[in-house]
């Protein structure tokens, strides 16, 4: 039986095996790496930590037995019959060594050369591992779960309502039942409480979860335990703390379990804090009970669950989705009042958290890569035009007795050197350039606390491009040594070099083409973004500061006392010289996670499932103003007489329900949904998006009394330039009104709405660096190409000019081969993107990947630079003296 | 060709080697876990140095490659076996050392706990 093909890290293992002596390797390799393999999958190597662990102990052994061997065999091998002990392996590590210094000392000798080449392997090698490192810590890094791969998450879908996503507790209970390949499954609600007693009042994010949840992941509490069954079927007063909170919030006390909070002004036990690695969804703060919905309307009705569950052993995705299907059958039967249309659908964990950026992040990836390859190009012409012109040392050295092999050894130090030099300033590089997309990203990566540059992975791939990388810097040198032969070159200068220039100019066209590509697409994404921002939002966002604040359920039972409370801040807060207006709202203006609700239109007879969906807004009376929504119609609420019950809606709803009917006056249905409460539209105001890349939802606003709702968001318009000074005189003003209310995400509305352009952004941003590095090294590129070929044909130039052949003409023919070949790569490369045209398509906004303004400004570009470039080479071909052209040969 | 490290002591690790080849012919990757397990602990022994002591083993012909008793398993690689010389070699080791414990109980030169 054949043994099977070497995976990475034993190529790796393979590459160090070179260090032992040629006899030792023959004879003991295959038990070698098959020890190697073996050792690998050992319990004591598994996980990251105990890769690194062996790899250490691999490399320690491999010093440690080098060294002795080389010993052994240099004190009593056999005796060489040569003079040059470098063919016999006895003397091969001294002999290196040698080569090692000879290649510092010639790349001393030329520092210049040394520097350029090293910057650029250095700045192409580390931005490709930075971005690497993004890739590995989102996409590929496993979560931190027991088997993390069999996770699920578990969704209620419905056919005409592409907004909803979660599931009623019912169905959630019959898909627990009826999925047997789902080992386990668990529900969760997040809600907003307030932590009183521990310090200043905090503002929490509390998931209330059903009993299982902490075994779906297997997670198990570092203190105290998880909720029992019947603590949650009772939703019985105690709750798990997560291991963040524990550490901010009480210090780490040991002693925290039995301990009574204040949450929302109720008393709840703590029964348990969870572990460091387990805070699932990712911002949970506490845990609390998920008591069962015994309603039996409400159980098929109230869409407030979220699923997550593990994969029976033998399993399968497709299985479930098999099973899923019945599921969903079997409800819609059983229910069709509230089933009809309902779906069931599974994801994988990790591809639910990454699964939105994973596109970018692929298409940024090979973004670099390809400009990975421009860098090396750059390095590897070079390296050519080094060797070319060592190359009357070289013949020199030939004729004095120096081996062809031992001539390719000095070449293969010196590329090692160059290569490795590069690779460690890459490791500065792709440190700072982690850090730096971490920070361009602000927040908005999913799972970017596992972006590091420091994990295994991220550093074998570093290794691995740096030695690809040297190779781009050895491969030239040695095939420009293959073709010297001595005599030709000890007679004359400049032989034909014709091929040479071709190979030049192909390296030049290859280098244009990749930029052009680049370019190209940073230009599409910045115009995405720009499409993006000019969005009409519907609100006027300048001058108006948000924040959320959370009411205590226990001191603000009702919607009266809500909105009580809030009309009396608001008339605070306009107390205030610099402030104009202030309003609350349910859901700022551009937040896609708003509230739903089915529109019920009375006098229309539509059965239940089939109802339409609107967004659901409840606000207080100035909210309008204070953003600046516009009115359109009608009147907006403002002190209405106690029990009336109101609502205004936007543009596209009266159009979309109302198209050949005045809408106000007409009567629809709150979200109780029972006969008492109709409500009358009283206005109609402009229409404002929920997502800046989506259509405006048809929206209902109703006025605060009447939805009770706890955490609000507060919008203040203020003459202020900067609005964020008004913050502490609002915060005192709040503190007088009710002390314990904490105070969340403060920012200015302008922010707040540009969040939703922060992952396009970050995707422009990063591929206009790439492409202007790509422009710089080509830039490069092109000029050492011009100066090379200016300085072969000096003698032809000279000739030409005393002849009496115009200067400018000189010019002009340098410069018009170079826009020739410019417009060869743009061709080549406008072909290339054209093909993968369609991995862009998911990022961009507003624009076609072949967008003729785009690609024409990225033409336009390569063919500046290729001109300026040639620009100084080719005036001083132009003004050369041309005796001393002449003469110097 | 004979060559100077003839004349040289045996390495530790060659002398575990023999122990365990003492009691049967095994394989490298058996070997070296018999070894680690005697040894105990933590204690993992590193490839380069198993091979190297082999090696070093099978040029003083103390340790020769046995004819693979399993003819339908080629992947488990060669198969080792402690030569007559090597048992020679391997007794006159423990001979030393069993020399130098007791001279040293003889002037008290403490030697460590004994793990029965």
Known sequence: MMRPAPVAGEWLFLLLLRIYPRQFRERYSPELLDTFRRDRRRPRFSGHVGALRFWRHVLADLARTAVSERRHQASGGHRSTTFDRSHTSTGWGQAFGQDLIAGVRGLVKQPGYAAIVILTLGLGIGATTAVFAVVHGVLLSPLPYDHADRLVRVYELEHDNPGARMVAYGNFADVREQASSLEVLAAWQGQGVTLTGEGSALRLDARMASTDFARVFRARPTLGRWFTDTEVTQNAPVVVLTHALWQSAFGADTAVVGRTVHLDGLPHEVIGVMGPTFRYPGETDIWLPLPPVRDAVGQRRWHRHSMVGRLADGATLDGLAVELQAVGSRLEAAYPDYNKNNYFEARPLLDDMVGARRQALLVLLGAVSVLLIIACVNAASLSLARTLARAHEVAVRTALGASRWRLARLVLAESLLVGLA????????????????????????????????????????????????????TVPALIGRRGEAMPQTLRARGTDTHTVMRGRQLLVVAQLSAAFM????????????????????????????????????????????????????VDRFEHVPSISSAAATLTAPVDPYGWYNSLTIRGRDVAPPDLPHVSYIATSANYFDTVGIPLLAGRTYDNEPRGSQVVVINETAARQFWPDQDPIGQKILGRASDETSWTTIIGVVGDVRQALDQPVAPTTYIPIAQEYVTDLIMVV????????????RLRDLLAQADRDIPVTGIMPLTERIGLTTTAPTFNAVLMSTFAGIALLLAA????????????????????????????????????????????????????????VGQTLEGLLFGVRPADAASLTVAALVIMGVSLAAGLWPARRAAGADPLVALRND | MTDNRDSAPLSTVAVEVMMVLAEGPLHGYAIKQRI???????????????????QRLERRQLVAEAASQDETDPRRGRVYRLEPAGRTALAAELGRMKRLLSDARRHRIAVGTEKG
Request: glycine share 10%; charged share 10%.
């Open chain 1, 518 to 569: 680049l370019a190209a697409g940073a230009g599409l994404l910045l115009k995405s973004v720009h499409q993006l921002t000019s969005v009409e939002s519907g609100v006027a966002p300048e001058g108006v500061l948000t924040f959320g604040i959370g009411l205590p359920a226990a001191r603000y039972p009702s919607p009266q006392a809500v909105s009580t409370f809030v009309d009396q801040l």
């Open chain 1, 717 to 728: 318009r203020t003459t202020e330039t900067n609005t964020l000074a008004v913050m502490p």
């Open chain 2, 36 to 54: 680690e397990a005697r040894v105990g602990g933590d204690f993992v022994l590193g490839s380069g140095s198993l091979y190297q002591a082999l």
């Open chain 1, 780 to 835: 490069a590129g092109v000029f050492a190409m011009v100066s090379f070929s200016v300085a072969q044909r000096h003698r032809e130039f000279g000739i030409r000019i005393a002849v009496g052949a115009g200067r400018p003409r000189i010019f002009l023919d340098i410069l018009g081969t170079n826009l020739r070949l410019a417009a060869v790569a743009i061709s080549i490369g406008a072909i290339c993107l054209l093909l």
């Open chain 1, 422 to 473: 590069g690779g460690a300033v890459a490791v500065g590089l792709a440190q700072f350039g982690v850090t730096r997309l971490l920070a361009l990203t602000v927040d908005s990566l999913p799972r970017a606390a596992q972006v590091s540059a420091w994990t295994p992975e991220v550093l074998a791939f570093g290794l691995m491009t740096t030695l690809l990388a040297s190779l781009a810097v």
